[in-house]
């Protein structure tokens, strides 16, 4: 069973382009949460997904961010007009249900912002 | 602030020596989890304690849980240069598990 799997590993984004992070899920997860790591820093969340449905985007910028959790394929995190700021690790976790179950993290992908 | 808070926010022993480090929390959980997170990687789950329990094991790993005081402390035993890692505790509050800047742990061979 193939653990949660994020790609790219690393993107590299010139300020002012788009940034599409991808998450694959646990199989038989339903749910998945992103959470942004600057460096030296703790992880914060941003969005809640379960499948076609945004339940908890409390964490996500306004501006720019967007999340989705299509029926068919991956999460996905989108980011425009990417700022210097943008430069992160951005996680992505999954899990059967809410609540009472641990969150499978992924690798996460790297974005610098140059 | 973070739902959870780690402390201290880092840690240097001699192999061989016990590692404890605390979490505290804010609102009411259902369960409290602590997360390794080697330096560039993603974060692993280690251990997973529910509300109604007090303590739990695993392996070289001990947790324990005291819901009056909002606060859990993991303790790892014998530490190897292998653990040397920031942990990170989480609870299922609403935001989907939410995280302090976690407690960097070195342990020096």
């Known amino acids: 069973n193939a653990g949660v799997m994020q790609n790219p590993r690393h993107l590299v984004r010139r300020r002012g382009q788009e940034a599409r992070l991808r998450c694959s899920p646990m199989?038989?997860?339903?749910?998945v949460y992103w959470y942004r790591q600057l460096p030296e820093e703790g992880l914060k969340f941003m969005v809640y997904?379960?499948?076609?449905?945004?339940?908890?985007e409390s964490g996500m910028p306004k501006e720019r961010f967007s999340a989705e959790f299509p029926k068919e394929g991956p999460s996905i995190l989108r980011i425009q007009q990417v700022v210097r700021g943008d430069s992160a690790a951005y996680f992505c976790?999954?899990?059967?249900?809410?609540?009472?179950?641990?969150?499978?993290f992924g690798p996460g992908t790297r974005l610098t912002v140059t | 602030s973070q739902q959870g808070e780690e402390d201290p926010q880092a840690l240097s022993i001699q192999e061989g020596e016990n590692a404890t480090m605390n979490c505290s929390y804010k609102?009411?959980?259902?369960?409290l989890q602590w997360y390794r997170q080697n330096s560039g990687r993603g974060l692993v789950h280690l251990i997973l304690?529910?509300?109604?329990?007090r303590e739990k094991h695993s392996g070289r790993l001990r947790v324990t849980l005291d819901t009056s005081k909002k606060s859990s402390s993991l303790l790892i035993t014998a530490s190897r240069a292998a653990d040397t890692a920031s942990y990170f505790c989480?609870?299922?509050?609403?935001?989907?598990?939410?995280f302090g800047t976690g407690t960097r742990l070195k342990v020096l061979a």
């Open positions: 976790a999954s899990s059967p249900q809410r609540g009472r179950s641990e969150q499978y």
């Open positions: 199989k038989g997860h339903s749910h």
């Open positions: 997904l379960q499948k076609e449905n945004i339940i908890d």
């Open positions: 609102t009411s959980i259902n369960n």
């Open positions: 304690i529910r509300s109604n329990e």
């Open positions: 989480a609870t299922d509050s609403t935001q989907g598990g939410i």
